[in-house]
Each structure stands twice: as C-alpha cells, then as structure tokens.
C-alpha cells in the first residue's frame, strides 16, 4: 500500500491492520495531526498530570481501550483531550502496532529524533493512529471525565463516563 510517505512493516509485525478511513488524512498529510483531536488515559488527576507524564496519545476509542486493559480496581482512571505543539517534527515513518509486539521495541531499536512517531494502533482501536510523543510536544492537557470502570454482563470489563459526555 502506498500512501506518499513511508508504512514500514517488520516480520514480527502483524500486517493484517486494517487501516480506518479516519487515519488516513493523517497518513497524507502529517501536519493534519494538529488539527485532529488526540485522547489520552490515565490513572493520574487532574492535580497530578502533566505534559511529561504523556508519552502517547490517540483516538477516543484507543484512550478508552487502554484504561481498560491497564484497568486498576481501585484507582479512578480521567480521560483527556490533549493539545500539541504546532511546531513539533514529525517523523515521516509510520509504524504498524502487532497484535503480540510492543511498537515501543520497534521504536527503541530504531529510535526516531523527531517529536512525534505515529503508528497504526494493532491492538487499542485497531487501525486508528496513535503517536508516541516527547514531553515538549504537548501544549495542552484537559481533562474531560472519568471513566468508570466495572465488569460487564459478559464477564468482560465495561466503560462507564462520568463527568462530562465525550463530544
């Protein structure tokens, strides 16, 4: 697939991500990037967070299916919209995420020197983009609710929003 920058693919890397149709403007064109709305979730408050406790960011769904697979009973888990940098490098390669491989090994074998480094998401929202960010790229951090989290009819975990409604 060639979408005029670079998809790099590894052995270890599932190549069978179906890439949305709402990353693919960010493929095209990476300063679209600032003008998307990126999500973050944390365990951390509103009194805690800061710019350099997020490290990545991504779609709605991606922020909301991290808390729930990093989901801790007893700590409250806030979801936030997060504001970059306009001025932030962008790393022209793009990375697919495998179902059984960390993107982070990728990335610490072939570090990147830019401020972002997307990647399509293999296992959080698969198919949305998500970018690895450094600490000065982000400008902004709101917070939006809290995500209640509990077990579902299925036995599987469940999200609940509190606070705010995620428009």
Request: glycine content about 4%; overall charge negative; some cysteine.
């Amino acid at each position: 697939m060639h979408f005029g920058c670079e998809v790099h693919y590894r052995s270890e890397i599932d190549e069978d991500v179906a890439i949305r149709a709402s990353a693919v403007p960010l493929i095209h064109e990476s300063r679209a990037m600032f003008d998307h709305t990126w999500w973050h979730s944390s365990t951390y408050s509103e009194d805690e967070i800061d710019a350099s406790l997020i490290q990545h960011v991504g779609s709605k769904n991606a922020a909301l299916h991290r808390a729930m697979t990093k989901w801790r009973p007893r700590l409250p888990n806030y979801i936030y919209k997060v504001e970059l940098n306009r001025n932030a490098a962008v790393e022209p390669v793009i990375w697919v995420e495998g179902h059984n491989q960390e993107i982070m090994y990728a990335l610490e074998k072939y570090p990147s020197r830019a401020d972002i480094t997307r990647y399509i998401n293999g296992k959080e929202a698969p198919g949305d983009m998500s970018l690895f960010v450094n600490s000065k790229t982000v400008r902004h951090v709101k917070l939006i609710g809290t995500i209640q989290m509990h077990v579902g009819e299925d036995g599987r975990p469940a999200v609940q929003l509190l606070d705010e409604p995620l428009v």
